[in-house]
């Protein structure tokens, strides 16, 4: 058994993040060096995690789902993210950000209609906010228009850096639908991709999370039934802020993830190398090195624990604001600061075997810049702990 893993979690949530583990160490990890060199994506790997039990974990059973808590998806993502960070950012994605929103904020016609598929992998989701030259301002920079034309909206607009956004088959899409009311003025659509005037403009290649599918998607004279928009005219703010910090908070057992891997390849590797006649691991240095990422896995994992357990507490549309803003705000901050410092010392470690592109290691270390960018840069962060602790 891997060194730090938890003792902490209840006998449900272990035989959760067991499960997962064991469906990830022996299905997913040998699919990690081919999507990394070619950025190929598996096309089995969702209706495959459906049969098993790992799609629509928040969703309500009444359409498909298994509505279990927010703490156990968090600890799917760590396990998935501990073997094939990739495809567990693309899960991610699908079950966080395009299943539970449609879950919080669908009405029971869209539930019948989108849940059930996306539920059994037959869909893959994504979600459509950023746009080329917006960045943290994704809000107030929105471009991408949404006419009302009798009982359709006509879409047009491009969106930028869409994770699944080549294989999706269903995206979550923000729109201007009053030009003139700047981020109070947008609204939330279901898309489907099959949809006349959908296009990917193209594939992105990605320094790291290679094989998750990121893409630029053009959205050019779309027409998209009325009854698609999620709730009213103009709400699609209160789309994004019902999940906003609940998205936010799944990047840390990602990171989390990520670093229990690199140890222990880390302290393998140690024991193994032989230097002027002993393992490295005889070294102080090398020690030192092994102590340190020991203190940031296990507190970073202790924070991400209760973190995810807040959001359970909080729930869909009472984020946004307050402890729970910052909080995971603060979670999100610290796993992916702490990432990068796992993974430096790891590829330390390692050496000269760490800089080369193919290792496990270096594959993991082209990971962490993602986790302090994405989903609010750091400094994004950083505004946003300040402001609710100068808010009190």
Same mark, same amino acid.
């Given at each position: 058994?891997?060194?730090?893993?938890?003792?902490?979690?209840g006998?449900?949530?272990?035989?959760?993040?067991?499960?997962?583990d064991? +469906?990830?160490?022996?299905?997913?990890?040998?699919?990690?060096?081919?999507?990394?060199?070619?950025?190929?994506?598996?096309?089995?790997?969702?209706p495959?995690?459906?049969?098993?039990?790992?799609?629509?974990?928040?969703?309500?059973?009444?359409?498909?789902?298994?509505?279990?808590?927010?703490?156990?998806?968090?600890?799917?993502?760590?396990?998935?993210?501990?073997?094939?960070?990739?495809?567990?950012?693309?899960?991610?994605?699908?079950?966080?950000l395009c299943?539970?929103?449609?879950?919080?904020?669908?009405?029971?016609?869209?539930?019948?209609?989108?849940?059930?598929?996306?539920?059994?992998?037959?869909?893959?989701?994504?979600?459509?906010?950023?746009?080329?030259?917006?960045?943290?301002?994704?809000?107030?920079?929105?471009?991408?228009?949404?006419?009302?034309?009798?009982?359709?909206?006509?879409?047009?607009?491009?969106?930028?850096?869409?994770?699944?956004?080549?294989i999706?088959?269903?995206?979550?899409?923000?729109?201007?639908?009053?030009?003139?009311?700047?981020?109070?003025?947008?609204?939330?659509?279901?898309?489907?991709?099959?949809?006349?005037?959908?296009?990917?403009?193209?594939?992105?290649?990605?320094?790291?999370?290679?094989?998750?599918?990121?893409?630029?998607?053009?959205?050019?004279?779309?027409?998209?039934?009325?009854?698609?928009?999620?709730?009213?005219?103009?709400?699609?703010?209160?789309?994004?802020?019902?999940?906003?910090?609940?998205?936010?908070?799944?990047?840390?057992?990602?990171?989390?993830?990520?670093?229990?891997?690199?140890?222990?390849?880390?302290?393998?590797?140690?024991?193994?190398?032989?230097?002027?006649?002993?393992?490295?691991?005889?070294?102080?240095?090398?020690?030192?090195?092994?102590?340190?990422?020991?203190?940031?896995?296990?507190?970073?994992?202790?924070?991400? +624990?209760?973190?995810?357990?807040?959001?359970?507490?909080?729930?869909?549309?009472?984020?946004?604001?307050?402890?729970?803003?910052?909080?995971?705000a603060?979670?999100?901050?610290?796993?992916?600061?702490?990432?990068?410092?796992?993974?430096?010392?790891?590829?330390?470690i390692?050496?000269?075997?760490?800089?080369?592109?193919?290792?496990?290691?270096?594959?993991?270390?082209?990971?962490?810049?993602?986790?302090?960018?994405?989903?609010?840069?750091?400094?994004?962060?950083?505004?946003?702990?300040?402001?609710?602790?100068?808010?009190?």
């Amino acid at each position: 058994m891997p060194v730090g893993w938890s003792s902490r979690l209840g006998p449900d949530h272990q035989a959760i993040l067991d499960q997962a583990d064991k +469906y990830a160490r022996s299905e997913l990890h040998s699919l990690a060096d081919r999507m990394d060199a070619e950025e190929w994506w598996p096309e089995t790997f969702m209706p495959g995690l459906s049969r098993i039990g790992f799609l629509g974990l928040n969703a309500p059973p009444t359409h498909g789902g298994l509505g279990l808590d927010f703490l156990s998806t968090g600890l799917v993502a760590q396990a998935f993210a501990r073997w094939n960070h990739a495809l567990a950012l693309a899960w991610v994605v699908h079950e966080n950000l395009c299943i539970a929103n449609i879950s919080a904020n669908a009405d029971e016609a869209q539930k019948a209609r989108f849940l059930p598929k996306l539920c059994s992998g037959e869909w893959v989701g994504a979600l459509g906010l950023t746009e080329p030259g917006a960045g943290s301002d994704a809000l107030g920079s929105m471009r991408t228009k949404a006419i009302r034309d009798g009982n359709d909206y006509v879409i047009s607009g491009n969106k930028i850096y869409i994770t699944n956004g080549p294989i999706a088959d269903v995206v979550l899409l923000y729109a201007k639908t009053d030009p003139d009311a700047g981020s109070k003025g947008i609204s939330a659509f279901l898309v489907e991709t099959d949809t006349p005037g959908f296009k990917v403009a193209q594939k992105l290649q990605k320094m790291g999370w290679r094989g998750s599918q990121t893409a630029e998607l053009v959205f050019d004279g779309m027409r998209v039934p009325a009854s698609n928009r999620l709730r009213g005219e103009n709400e699609g703010v209160k789309v994004v802020m019902s999940g906003l910090d609940l998205e936010r908070a799944m990047i840390s057992p990602l990171c989390l993830g990520i670093c229990e891997r690199a140890f222990d390849l880390s302290v393998d590797y140690a024991r193994t190398r032989q230097q002027f006649g002993q393992p490295i691991a005889s070294f102080q240095m090398i020690q030192s090195r092994l102590a340190e990422m020991y203190v940031c896995i296990e507190t970073m994992r202790a924070y991400t +624990y209760q973190v995810l357990a807040r959001c359970d507490e909080t729930g869909h549309g009472e984020g946004g604001r307050g402890e729970i803003h910052a909080q995971t705000a603060a979670s999100v901050l610290y796993a992916a600061n702490t990432l990068n410092r796992v993974l430096d010392n790891a590829v330390q470690i390692h050496g000269g075997a760490g800089y080369i592109w193919e290792s496990e290691i270096n594959r993991l270390f082209r990971a962490t810049k993602l986790m302090e960018i994405g989903a609010g840069t750091t400094e994004i962060r950083k505004l946003i702990i300040a402001g609710e602790i100068l808010a009190r």
